[in-house]
């Protein structure tokens, strides 16, 4: 399992991202995404302990989901950086293309080098 980090360990590490459009979450109903007040059912709450509960259970599934990703996308800038590759794709290229800059995506190509050496992402890995 990758090592917890705080968020100020990862903003110190990462630019900080432009606000783009969440992606619609796949077990969020159609109509439910159409009502902008509508999150996870989580309005209609009374209960605080309840709400606290699942808001935090959702926090958490959201922070393991992004780093997930996180490491996905390593892998992926690590695969589209290879030397080897025929139609490799340039570091401006590809960190235009994720919205990073040249130096996070140089140290995201390195970090996903590493995860594809050791068998892929380690999110969800027993300690």
Not at 46 to 74: I, K
């Amino acid at each position: 399992m990758s090592q917890p980090r705080s968020a100020s360990d990862r903003r110190a590490e990462a630019p900080a991202p432009r606000r783009r459009r969440p992606a619609s979450l796949i077990f969020e109903p159609p109509e439910a995404v159409a009502d902008p007040e509508h999150f996870f059912d989580l309005e209609s709450m009374e209960d605080p302990h309840e709400l606290l509960r699942r808001s935090t259970e959702l926090a958490l599934a959201f922070r393991v989901a992004a780093d997930r990703a996180t490491e996905y996308q390593a892998m992926a800038a690590a695969q589209l950086a290879d030397p080897r590759r025929f139609d490799r794709m340039p570091l401006p290229a590809l960190a235009e293309q994720a919205d990073w800059s040249e130096d996070y995506a140089q140290k995201m190509i390195e970090f996903g080098r590493g995860l594809l050496r050791d068998g892929g992402t380690h999110i969800g890995d027993a300690d």
